[in-house]
C-alpha cells in the first residue's frame, strides 16, 4: 500500500473541501450554478462528530461537481474505497417536467435508475421554469412536483423541493442547505463508520508480522483528513494524536532500527509547522517512517488543525515539550547527525513556534490562559537563546557572553554536542585561526567593579578544549590530555578558557606557547597534535557553517554585532513574556542580561534601570548572594551616571549585605566611597535609609525611668555595619510613645560628631523632660557630609541581622518610662496643738522625699500676716525618723527595714537667706524636720470671760499660715508647694466669777486658768490690776499668798487663782492714771513643753539658758468687772412659772412685771416717758418665741406704777436651759434691778410619750 | 545527582541552600532555585491548575529543562523545599521519599529553641542530616 502514499499526498493536496455532486438530468445547472454555488460555503450546518453527537459549524465549504465532471470519473473502484473521502457526500438531482405525462414515461423511469444506487445520499431538485403570470404552466408544474412527491419522498424522508426559477421562494434556499446537510451528514457517518471498521481491524493485527504501518497511517490520515475536510477539526486531531501515540510505539519497538533521517541539506531547519515540508514519500523507505521528517510532520499536522481551531496557547504548549522529547531523539542519534544539528534544530524550531503562536494570538482568551501562553512563549525564547548561546561560544563569542548566574545554570549544565569525531580544523584556514587568536588575546578580561574578586562562573560543562581533542582524537585521547595539562598549568573545573581570561599572567603563558606551533605546516598532521583553542573555534565555525543552512542564522552568528543583535533580541523576547506572565523572576533576570549588554554597549540609563529591577528582586526576597553578584553592576551604573544619591544607596546596600559575601578589602572600598561621595560637591543633600547597616537598641536591662518632667540622659547602643570607623556629623535619635501615636516624636540630638567604631558603640544622649508614658526607640537619623540617612531597624542586642533586609521590626520593649505626676514630697507640719502666740517659738517642717532624691533642693519659705520669722535664730534641720514610714518600710521588707533603723541620725544648723534654704545632702532621701523660728503676734490683749457666760476666743483668731516651695530636682524643675497652718494660743484661758459677795463688802473673785496648751505651765506670781471702781482689801497688792507659788498647771487641767476685792475708790494718786475701764491680770508663768508636740519655751529663752537670766513670761489677761447696781430705777421680777413645769412642745406663758421704783427726773429729756422699751431674748435654740420680742409698753411715770410683759413660749429642748430674758435697752443697766439677779436656768421635762410624737425612722 | 536542595521561607526568602557540586558555581544554583519559586508561585496562586494536588504537599516537577530537574515541596506553613537534580531519569517516588525524609530533617532543626524562625537554619546538625539524605537519595529503591 506504500505505493498509494503519493497518489494519497497528491490527492490530500488537491482537494480541501466536501464535494457535492450534481446530476444535472434536466441540463438546468449552468441556469441555476450560479445560485447554488452563492450559497457556499454552507453556513450553520450541522454534522456529527465521531462520536455521534451533533456539532455545529459556522461555516462549512463545499464544492458542487458535476457528476460528468473528469474529476468524478475514471476513479477505480479500489481507490474509491480506498480514498473514500473525496467521494462526494451528497447528490443533487435536478429535473424540470411541465408535462405529466411526460414525466411518467421519461422522467420517472430515469430518476429512478438514479436513485437505485443506494451508497448514494440524494435528493432531488425540481426546477419551474413556470412563468409567474403564466397560470397554465405553474399549475402544471405544481402537478407534476406534487407527483415526483409522492414518487419519492417518503414519510421518513423528504427528497424533494421545489425551486421556481422566476419566483424562488424564500424557504427554498434553506430548505436544500439542510438537505444538502443532511445528505453530507449522512454520507459522514457511514464514511467515518467505515474507516473506523478498517483501523479496528488493523489495530486488532498490530503485533503480527504483516501489520504495516504505512497502511495504518493512510487509513488514520484518511479519517483524519475526511474530518479535516468537514471542519470538525477536533476529530481530526484526535485521529493525529492516535496516529502519533501509535507511531511511537512502533518506533520505540526493538528490532525495528530504521534510519533516523535528518541529515539532508535543510534539515536543520525544523519543519514542525509545516506539513508539506517534504512529499510523504521521501519519508517513507520500506514501510517505514524516518522518524525525523514523521514526526515533524504529525506535529505540523496537529499545529496546524490546533491553529484553525484558534488555540495558539496549545500549539506553543504541546510544541514546547515535543521540541524537548525530540531534542532527546536529537541526542540519541547525534553520532550520526551534522555537528551541532541538535542545537540548531532546537533553535529554529524555537523560532518558529513563536513565529507561529505569537502571530495568532489575539488576546480573547481567559487571563490565565494569557498568562500561561506568555509563559510557554518565554521559555521558547529561553530555550531558543540558551542554544544560540552555545553556538555562539563553540566558534568563540564566549567572551561576549556575561558570566551570570542565569547563563551559568542553563549553559554550564548543558553538555556538549557529541559527535562521533570533533570536526576538525579544515585546510587553508591558518588566518582565520590567527584572527581567533587575536580576539582571545585582544579580549580585556571583564573586570568587576569595585576591584571584586570572584571566581567567574563557568559557562560550559567541561573544559571545552580538552573535550574537543577528546572527542577528536579517541584513539590517544588520554595521553593527549596530561601533555596538554603539563604544558597550560593548572586545569581546574572552571576551565582555562576561564583562567585564561581572568589571570594575565597564564594568558601569556597559555598564548605563547602555542605560537610557536601555529606555523602553517603544523596544521596538516595536526591529527596526533592537540588542537588549541582559536583552531578548535575555526573548526567548529567551519563544521557549523555546513550544518547552518538558514542564512538569517548563521549571519548571526558570523560577527559578534550580529551574535549580539540577535542574543539580545532573544533575551528581550524571553524577558518581555516572562513579564507577561507568573514568571516575574524569569522575567527580571533577564531584564538583568539585557543590562549587561546596554551596559557594555554604554547604555547606562537603561542598563541601570534594569539593574534595579534585579537588585529589588533579589533584595526584596534577601537573596543575598544573588543580589551582591549584580548590585556592584548597578552602583557602577550610577556612578557613571552621576547618580550620587542612587550611588550611595547603592553602596550602603552592599556594605549591608551579609559580611561573608565580600572580602574587607572590598567592604573598605565602598565605605570610602560612601565618604568620599558624602562630602563631596553635592547639590543637594541626599536622604538614604541606612536600616540594614546602622541598627540600634536600647540598653538591655529595664528602662530608664523618670518621674514627670524630669531630664535626664539616655544611652543607646548603635551598631554600626561600616567595616571601619565612621564619623557621623550629627546624630539623632527619636522617642515614641507607646499607645499614643499621634503624641508626636520627639528627636533628641547629639550635637556633637560622633564616631562609630565597627561593630558596638554606646552613645549617650541628653534627654529633656518628657510627657508621661512609655517611649520606645523611633528612628535614628543622623549626617556623614550631605548624606542624610536615617534607620529604622532596631538590634536585638545583636549586629544587624542581615536577614531582615526590609523588614522593620518594631521592639517591644520601651526604652523610657515617663511616670505620670505623682507626689515626690511631701511637707508637713510636725505639731498639732497651739503653740505660743506673741512669743518666739519652733515650728516644725517634716520634709518627706517619696522615693525621689532631694538632692540640692531649695525650701522658700514665706509667713503670712501676723507671723514673722526670727531671722535672728538660725535654723535647726535634723532627721526625722517617722514611725508611720518605718512601720510602711518593714511591711515592704527586711533590707528596706534594715535601711531605715540604720539611717543615721543628723543634724545641722542652716540660715535663710532671702527666704531661701538650700537643703542638706543627707536629707536628700530620708525624712528630716526642719525647725523654723517664729513669732506670731497678735496685739490684741486676751479677754477673760464671766464663768456665766463664757466667751471662748475664735481658734481663727490664732491661726497663722506658713507658704512653702520647694524646688527640687536636677534642675531644680520640680516643684511643690503648700502652705502649712499653724495654730498660736494664749497659755491661759481665763474666766471670773464672784464667788461669795460678804457683808462687808468685799468681793471674793474667783479667776480660773484653763490650760491651753500641751506642755507644763508653772505660775510663779499673778497680781491684778483693778480698774476703776474697785480696790484691793487689804494692804496689799492683792496678790496670792505667796507660798502657793509656784503653781504646776499640767495640761489641759484647770487652776484657780482667789482675789479679795471690793467697791471703792482708788487713792488720790491713783486718779492721775487713766481711768481703768478693765482689769488686768498679770501671771507670770513659765512653760515646759517640747517643740514636737506643741508649745514650749520660746526660742530666745532657750538660746539664752546656759546664762541663766532666765526670763519669765508674763501673760495678761483682761477681766471686765462689773460694779452691782446701785441706783435702781425699774425692777423686773420673773413671775413664777406653773408648779406643773415645762414640758418641750407644751406652750407656756413667760411673764415678766416691771415697777417703776421712783421717778425719773433727770431723765425728764426723754421723749417717751410713760413707755419702756423691751425686748426678749432667748436662744432660739431652745425657745421658740410667740409674739413680739420687742416692743414699747406705757407705763405710768408715777413711782410704784406696774405692768406685766407677757410672751408665749414655746421650749423647744429639755433639760436646764436658760429662759427667755427681758431686757430694756432704752435704761442703763445701773438702773435696772433685776430679780433674779443673775442667769439663772429653768427645767423643761421632755416631752410626754406619745405616738403622735413616734416619727418613723429612716432606713 | 542530586546538585543542590534548599528551604526557602513563607516570604520566598532563602532560609538554607546547599549545593553539592565540586566546581564553585553555587550562584547559578541559587539563581534555578530562586526562579523556581516563580513555578510554585504559580501553581500556589492558580489553585485550578493544579487541581488535584491541591492539598498535596509534593508538587512534583516544577519545570523540565533539558539539562536539570527541578522538584518543590511545599509545607503547610509555605515553606518551600526545592531540589535540583541532573538526574534526567528520576522516579517520583524517590523523590517524594526524598522530600519527607527533608522535611523531618526540617521540622526537627526548626524546633530547635535557639532556631529563630524564619531566619536561616544554621545547625550543623541539620546540614549532616540534609547531606546524608542526599547522599541515600535513590539509594533505598534501587536496592
Redesign the interface.
Known amino acids: 500500500m506504500a505505493n498509494f502514499l503519493a497518489q494519497f499526498q497528491s490527492i490530500k493536496n488537491s482537494c480541501d473541501h466536501l464535494v457535492i455532486a450534481v446530476e444535472d438530468v434536466s441540463d438546468l445547472w449552468p441556469t441555476i450554478k450560479t445560485g447554488f454555488e452563492e450559497r457556499l460555503p454552507f453556513r450553520r450546518a450541522c454534522l456529527n462528530n465521531k462520536t455521534r453527537n451533533s456539532v455545529f459549524l459556522e461555516k462549512l465549504p463545499a464544492e458542487f461537481i458535476l457528476t460528468t465532471d473528469a474529476r468524478l470519473r475514471s476513479r477505480f473502484p479500489q481507490e474509491q474505497s480506498l480514498f473514500w473521502f473525496r467521494e462526494p457526500y451528497a447528490t443533487v438531482v435536478l429535473v424540470t417536467c411541465e408535462d405529466l405525462e411526460e414525466f411518467k414515461t421519461i422522467l420517472k423511469p430515469r430518476l429512478k435508475l438514479i436513485v437505485q444506487n443506494d451508497e448514494r445520499e440524494w435528493f432531488i431538485v425540481f426546477v419551474s421554469k413556470a412563468a409567474p403570470n403564466n397560470d397554465q404552466a405553474t399549475k402544471s408544474a405544481k402537478k407534476v412536483y406534487a407527483k415526483l412527491e409522492v414518487e419519492f419522498s417518503s414519510k421518513k424522508r423528504e427528497r424533494c423541493c421545489k425551486l421556481d426559477l422566476h419566483c424562488p421562494e424564500a424557504s427554498f434556499w434553506e430548505d436544500l442547505e439542510s438537505k444538502i446537510t443532511e445528505c453530507i451528514r449522512n454520507t459522514l457517518d457511514r464514511r467515518v463508520q467505515f474507516y473506523e471498521d478498517e483501523i479496528r481491524k488493523l489495530s486488532e493485527q498490530r503485533l503480527l508480522p504483516v501489520w504495516n504501518f504505512c497502511n495504518f497511517f493512510i487509513l488514520k490520515e484518511s479519517l483524519a483528513f475526511m474530518f479535516e475536510m468537514a471542519h470538525l477539526h477536533e476529530d481530526a486531531l484526535r485521529e493525529y494524536d492516535e496516529l502519533e501515540l501509535c507511531y511511537l510505539e512502533t518506533v520505540n519497538m526493538s528490532g525495528k532500527q530504521r534510519d533516523f533521517g535528518g541529515v539532508e541539506h535543510g534539515d536543520d531547519q525544523a519543519a514542525l509547522l509545516n506539513p508539506g515540508n517534504k512529499p510523504l514519500t521521501q519519508i517513507v523507505q520500506d514501510d517505514s517512517f524516518r522518524e525525523f521528517e514523521f514526526r515533524q510532520y504529525l506535529f505540523a499536522c496537529q499545529s496546524k488543525l490546533l491553529l484553525k481551531l484558534k488555540r495558539p496557547f496549545e500549539v506553543a504548549s504541546r510544541g514546547y515539550?515535543f521540541i524537548?522529547s525530540f531534542?532527546?531523539s536529537l541526542a540519541l542519534h547525534e553520532k550520526i547527525l551534522p555537528f551541532c544539528m541538535r542545537e540548531v534544530w532546537v533553535l529554529t524550531a524555537c523560532l518558529a513556534l513563536i513565529n507561529a503562536t505569537a502571530s495568532q494570538h489575539n488576546g480573547v482568551v481567559p487571563p490565565?490562559v494569557e498568562k500561561e501562553f506568555y509563559?510557554l512563549e518565554g521559555d521558547l525564547y529561553s530555550?531558543c537563546r540558551v542554544k544560540f548561546m552555545r553556538l555562539a561560544y563553540l566558534i568563540g563569542y564566549g567572551t561576549d557572553i556575561e558570566r551570570s548566574?542565569?547563563n551559568?545554570?542553563?549553559l554550564?549544565?548543558?553538555?556538549w554536542p557529541k559527535p562521533p569525531v570533533w570536526p576538525s580544523v579544515p585546510p587553508d584556514s591558518s588566518s582565520k585561526v590567527l584572527e581567533k587568536e587575536k580576539l582571545i588575546l585582544q579580549t580585556v578580561p571583564r573586570v568587576k567593579h569595585f576591584g571584586i574578586e570572584r571566581?567567574p562562573?563557568?559557562l560550559e560543562p567541561t573544559v571545552l578544549l580538552r573535550e574537543a581533542n577528546r572527542r577528536r582524537a579517541s584513539l590517544s585521547a588520554g595521553n593527549v590530555f596530561e601533555m596538554f595539562d603539563g604544558h597550560i598549568g593548572s586545569v581546574d573545573?572552571?576551565g582555562p578558557d576561564a583562567s585564561i581570561r581572568t589571570s594575565p599572567s597564564q594568558r601569556v603563558r597559555a598564548s605563547a606557547m602555542p605560537r610557536t606551533n601555529s606555523s602553517p605546516g603544523n596544521f596538516d598532521n595536526s591529527i596526533d597534535r592537540p588542537m588549541r583553542l582559536a583552531e578548535i573555534y575555526v573548526a567548529a565555525e567551519h563544521a557549523l557553517q555546513q550544518t547552518i543552512s538558514d542564512a538569517d542564522l548563521w549571519k548571526s552568528l558570523s560577527s559578534l554585532e550580529e551574535f549580539e543583535q540577535k542574543y539580545l533580541e532573544l533575551t528581550k523576547g524571553a524577558a518581555d513574556n516572562y513579564h507577561h506572565s507568573?514568571?516575574?523572576?524569569?522575567g527580571v533576570?533577564l531584564d538583568g542580561e539585557i543590562a549587561a549588554v546596554c551596559f557594555r554597549h554604554g547604555n547606562f540609563d537603561l542598563a541601570a534601570k534594569s539593574y534595579e529591577k534585579v537588585c529589588a528582586l533579589?533584595a526584596g526576597?534577601?537573596?543575598q548572594?544573588?543580589l551582591a553578584?549584580v548590585l556592584p553592576n548597578l552602583a557602577e551604573c550610577q556612578k557613571i551616571l552621576n547618580d550620587q544619591a542612587g550611588y550611595l544607596s547603592s553602596c550602603v546596600r552592599l556594605l549591608s549585605l551579609d559580611k561573608g559575601l565580600f572580602l574587607t578589602k572590598e567592604r573598605e572600598a565602598f565605605q570610602s566611597e560612601v565618604v568620599r561621595i558624602a562630602h563631596s560637591e553635592m547639590k543637594d543633600p541626599v536622604h538614604l535609609d541606612v536600616s540594614s547597616l546602622i541598627t540600634f537598641s536600647g540598653n538591655p536591662g529595664p528602662p530608664l525611668e523618670l518621674c514627670d518632667g524630669d531630664p535626664g540622659t539616655l544611652s543607646v547602643t548603635v551598631w554600626s555595619g561600616f567595616p571601619g570607623d565612621i564619623t557621623l556629623d550629627s546624630f539623632s535619635l527619636t522617642l515614641m510613645a507607646t499607645y499614643n501615636a499621634d503624641e508626636g516624636v520627639k528627636a533628641l540630638r547629639s550635637s556633637i560628631a560622633i564616631v562609630l567604631k565597627p561593630g558596638r558603640n554606646t552613645i549617650t544622649l541628653d534627654l529633656p523632660p518628657q510627657k508621661p508614658g512609655s517611649y520606645v526607640l523611633g528612628v535614628l537619623t543622623g549626617q556623614i557630609g550631605h548624606l542624610r540617612f536615617r534607620s529604622h531597624s532596631f538590634s536585638k542586642g545583636g549586629p544587624a541581622?542581615s536577614?531582615d533586609f526590609m523588614s522593620y521590626e518594631k521592639p517591644a520593649r520601651p526604652i523610657l518610662k515617663v511616670f505620670k505626676p505623682r507626689p515626690l514630697v511631701d511637707l508637713a507640719a510636725v505639731i498639732s496643738s497651739a503653740l505660743l502666740i506673741n512669743e518666739p517659738q519652733w515650728v516644725g517642717i517634716i520634709v518627706r522625699p517619696i522615693n525621689y532624691s532631694l538632692k540640692a533642693a531649695v525650701l522658700h519659705i514665706d509667713t503670712g500676716p501676723g507671723l514673722k520669722i526670727e531671722e535672728s535664730q538660725v535654723i535647726e534641720m535634723e532627721s526625722y525618723a517617722d514611725v508611720s514610714q518605718a512601720n510602711a518600710d518593714i511591711k515592704l521588707g527586711d533590707g528596706a527595714q534594715i535601711g531605715t533603723l540604720d539611717a543615721e541620725k543628723h543634724f545641722e544648723r542652716l540660715t535663710l537667706h532671702d527666704g531661701k534654704i538650700d537643703l542638706p545632702d543627707w536629707a536628700s532621701d530620708t525624712s528630716s524636720i526642719l525647725w523654723i523660728p517664729v513669732c506670731a503676734i497678735n496685739d490684741t490683749l486676751t479677754r477673760g470671760s464671766s464663768s456665766d457666760t463664757p466667751q471662748r476666743q475664735s481658734i481663727v483668731d490664732g491661726l497663722r499660715t506658713i507658704a512653702l516651695k520647694l524646688e527640687f530636682g536636677v534642675s531644680h524643675n520640680q516643684i511643690f508647694e503648700r502652705t502649712l497652718a499653724v495654730h498660736f494660743t494664749d497659755p491661759f484661758y481665763v474666766t471670773t466669777r464672784v464667788t461669795d459677795k460678804c457683808d462687808d463688802g468685799t468681793l471674793l473673785l474667783q479667776v480660773i486658768l484653763q490650760s491651753e496648751v500641751k506642755a507644763t505651765l508653772t505660775i510663779y506670781d499673778a497680781w491684778l490690776d483693778l480698774q476703776d471702781g474697785f480696790i484691793h482689801t487689804g494692804v496689799g497688792d492683792g496678790r496670792p499668798t505667796s507660798c502657793f507659788f509656784p503653781l504646776v498647771i499640767s495640761p489641759g487641767s484647770r487652776a484657780g487663782v482667789l482675789f479679795t476685792i471690793r467697791l471703792g475708790k482708788t487713792n488720790a494718786e491713783d486718779e492721775s492714771k487713766a481711768v481703768q475701764p478693765e482689769s488686768i491680770l498679770n501671771i507670770r508663768y513659765e512653760i515646759y513643753g517640747d517643740r514636737s508636740t506643741g508649745a514650749h519655751l520660746p526660742v530666745a529663752v532657750t538660746s539664752s539658758g546656759p546664762d541663766g537670766s532666765k526670763r519669765d513670761l508674763i501673760f495678761r489677761s483682761a477681766i471686765v468687772l462689773q460694779r452691782p447696781v446701785l441706783d435702781p430705777c425699774l425692777a423686773v421680777g420673773f413671775l413664777p412659772l406653773p408648779s406643773s413645769g415645762l414640758r418641750v412642745g407644751q406652750l407656756v406663758t413667760m411673764k415678766w412685771r416691771v415697777e417703776r421704783l421712783k421717778d425719773f427726773e433727770e431723765k425728764i429729756v426723754s421723749q417717751n416717758n410713760d413707755e419702756v422699751l423691751y425686748e426678749v431674748n432667748a436662744n432660739s435654740e431652745n425657745w421658740m418665741i410667740a409674739g413680739r420680742k420687742r416692743g414699747h409698753a406705757s407705763i405710768s411715770t408715777k413711782q410704784g406704777s406696774r405692768i406685766v410683759i407677757s410672751i408665749l413660749c414655746l421650749p423647744l429642748v429639755a433639760g436646764y436651759v436658760r429662759p427667755p430674758q427681758l431686757g430694756l435697752p432704752n435704761v442703763d443697766e445701773a438702773n435696772v434691778s433685776c430679780n433674779p439677779s443673775g442667769p439663772h436656768l429653768v427645767c423643761v421635762l421632755p416631752p410626754v410619750l406619745s405616738s403622735s410624737f413616734c416619727v418613723p425612722v429612716d432606713s | 545527582m542530586i546538585v543542590c536542595v534548599a528551604v526557602v521561607g513563607h516570604?520566598?526568602?532563602?532560609l538554607y541552600i546547599q549545593s553539592f557540586t565540586?566546581?564553585?558555581?553555587?550562584?547559578?544554583?541559587?539563581?534555578?532555585v530562586?526562579?523556581s519559586?516563580?513555578?510554585v508561585?504559580?501553581r500556589v496562586?492558580?489553585p485550578?491548575?493544579s487541581g488535584p494536588t491541591l492539598n498535596e504537599t509534593f508538587l512534583g516537577l516544577l519545570y523540565?529543562?533539558?539539562?536539570?530537574k527541578v522538584y518543590g515541596y511545599l509545607t503547610n506553613t509555605k515553606v518551600k523545599f526545592i531540589l535540583v537534580t541532573?538526574d534526567l531519569d528520576v522516579r517520583d517516588a524517590d523523590v517524594r521519599n526524598f522530600f519527607r525524609r527533608f522535611h523531618a530533617a526540617y521540622v526537627d532543626a526548626v524546633s530547635n529553641p535557639f532556631h529563630v524562625p524564619?531566619?536561616?537554619i544554621t545547625s550543623r546538625t541539620f546540614a549532616e542530616r540534609v547531606s546524608n539524605i542526599v547522599k541515600s537519595f535513590g539509594l533505598s529503591s534501587a536496592g
Open positions: 515539550s524537548i531534542s532527546k490565565d509563559r530555550l548566574p542565569v551559568s545554570a542553563s554550564s549544565m548543558l553538555p571566581k562562573l563557568p573545573g572552571s507568573w514568571w516575574k523572576r524569569h533576570v533579589h526576597e534577601g537573596w548572594e544573588l553578584e541581622d536577614d | 516570604q520566598n526568602n532563602p565540586e566546581a564553585d558555581d553555587a550562584l547559578k544554583l541559587h539563581h534555578i530562586h526562579c519559586l516563580d513555578v508561585d504559580e496562586n492558580n485550578k491548575k523540565p529543562t533539558e539539562n536539570y541532573t524564619d531566619k536561616k
